[in-house]
């Protein structure tokens, strides 16, 4: 299960590792790490938003050895990838490493590619493939997407994006 | 104010597919009188249509004076300008000197070319204003689709927010072919000039410049821009693969070159079956979103000579209401 949570840390160094060393411990795998060093709160501390997976019977057992490492759980909460887009891409996508582009999504902690096709016809010529991705939310999914479309434009690739995303309607009404 | 009962008169600048079908259709219109037909050879002066569009088709001359279109323009008394000499994108020329000579001589101008509308909008339409007469563009923008005069007209009072649209037929009916028979590019593209539906130079619409011209319209006429087509991103649609749109159609889409006026882009999207932008063929079709009143989708015949000549006929009615 994908689990974000809103933390408060000591503002000194080396406080990381009370998160990190409880998580690996139990298996879990952190996606992303946001300090938010310019938000320190009155008891000056300094707040920080993780994003891991784990499984989720062993979020209590995280969650006492956080606190007993010092650390403030402000907020935990179960991740869901509701929102859904497909991408066309056209070009030469094996030869452009593909591995990274997919990795690269899946490393925003925020989005994955769930399902990717692809069809190449000839040896030199141009191959076509249909990315889908899962988002957390509307927001994370046009986020996830105009990142695709940066990586895919600087690999010479055509991206085929979704006329809903970032359309007329701000993109409520049909993503996917 | 003139007397109703006179002829409100004409002149054809411009004589191929949409200029003989303007010939074709004003027939029909009480008190519209054609004054001159110009032609890239010669001049018609109080032309009998059937005649004129008989000589054209055999490829004969249509002259019969000496003058030239800008002289017609100059001298010889009408109240319209039908300008529909070919669009050029690189400096509206010859439309360009034909609409400034029509404006300063106080002739209102109607016309289907975008060339001297993109490079010179703001220009021109200044122009019109301090010389007390009117610009009408209907037939620029999705043919026979009424957009523009929808849009100033029907839709007055609520603001406009975004325009997008599927505004090519060319590339539409190309996408469409190629998706429903899983057929190459290139075939479709060669079937699609064999049938007169594609130039035999097919750049002007397969790479976005046409549907470019058309969201630089909108933007400058809707959105108080004043932008030209280098300020549009273009992206056409040559690089579209038959195995791409197999997958898209697996997944509940179809792709479209969809032109967006605020964005001020154009690119091949993905747009999902049900959608009101999913046309066939060479339909057109545009959303309008507006304020108090949604969303508004319109589709009609983007191209053909009697279709684009219908837009402009309904641009010179409603100037004909207006004098009357």
Redesign the interface.
């Given at each position: 299960m994908r689990i974000s949570m809103d933390l408060e840390l000591k503002d000194t160094p080396g406080q990381l590792i009370h998160v990190l060393t409880p998580v690996s411990a139990l298996g879990g795998n952190v996606l992303s790490i946001v300090h938010h060093h310019d938000k320190k709160t009155f008891r000056n501390t300094v707040p920080v938003y993780v994003i891991f997976d784990i499984e989720e019977h062993k979020l209590e057992e995280l969650q006492e050895g956080l606190e007993k490492n010092g650390v403030t759980v402000v907020r935990i909460g179960k991740m869901r990838l509701r929102e859904r887009a497909?991408?066309?891409l056209?070009?030469h996508i094996i030869h452009t490493d593909l591995r990274q582009t997919i990795d690269t999504i899946d490393s925003t902690g925020f989005a994955e590619v769930q399902d990717l096709?692809l069809?190449m016809?000839a040896i030199d010529g141009?191959?076509?493939?249909?990315v889908?991705i899962m988002a957390t939310g509307n927001e994370e999914l046009k986020t996830s997407i105009a990142l695709l479309k940066e990586i895919a434009e600087r690999k010479d690739l055509?991206v085929?994006?979704?006329?809903d995303e970032?359309?007329?309607?701000g993109g409520q009404n049909?993503a996917g | 104010m003139q007397d109703n009962s006179s002829p409100f008169k004409l002149a054809i600048i411009g004589f191929g597919a949409v200029g003989q079908g303007v010939a074709r259709v004003v027939q029909s219109v009480p008190h519209l009188e054609v004054v001159a037909i110009a032609d890239s050879k010669g001049v018609a002066l109080t032309p009998d249509l059937e005649d004129v569009l008989a000589r054209k088709r055999k490829g004969k001359s249509i002259a019969n004076s000496d003058l030239t279109a800008l002289d017609v323009i100059r001298t010889v008394d009408h109240d319209v300008v039908v300008e529909v000499t070919p669009t050029n994108i690189e400096n509206g020329e010859p439309g360009l000197t034909h609409f400034r000579e029509a404006l300063k001589n106080k002739r209102n101008v109607v016309t289907s070319n975008k060339g001297p509308l993109v490079a010179a909008f703001g220009e021109l339409t200044e122009l019109a204003r301090a010389q007390g007469v009117a610009l009408r563009y209907e037939a620029t923008v999705g043919g026979a689709m009424p957009i523009i005069n929808l849009i100033r007209d029907t839709l007055a009072g609520t603001q406009v927010l975004g325009i997008r649209g599927v505004l090519n037929g060319t590339c539409n009916y190309i996408l469409t072919r190629m998706a429903e028979e899983a057929l190459e590019y290139d075939q479709v593209l060669s079937e699609a000039q064999d049938m007169g539906i594609a130039e035999a130079d097919p750049t002007y619409d397969v790479a976005g410049i046409d549907t470019a011209c058309k969201v630089v319209i909108l933007a400058n006429a809707f959105f108080n821009r004043q932008v030209t087509f280098a300020d549009v991103n273009v992206i056409g649609i040559e690089q579209i693969t038959q195995d791409a749109l197999q997958l898209a159609r697996q997944r509940g889409f179809m792709v479209k070159l969809i032109g967006d006026v605020q964005e001020l882009t154009v690119a091949p999207k993905l747009i999902p079956l049900g959608h009101p932008l999913n046309v066939s063929g060479t339909l057109n079709a545009a959303s309008i979103l507006t304020d108090t009143a949604g969303e508004i989708t319109v589709a009609g015949k983007g191209a053909g000579s009697i279709e684009t000549a219908s837009a402009i006929l309904s641009d010179i009615l409603s100037l004909m209401r207006e004098r009357d």
């Open positions: 497909h991408i066309l056209i070009g096709s069809s016809p141009p191959s076509s493939a249909i889908t055509l085929i994006v979704p006329i970032g359309g007329l309607s049909n | -």
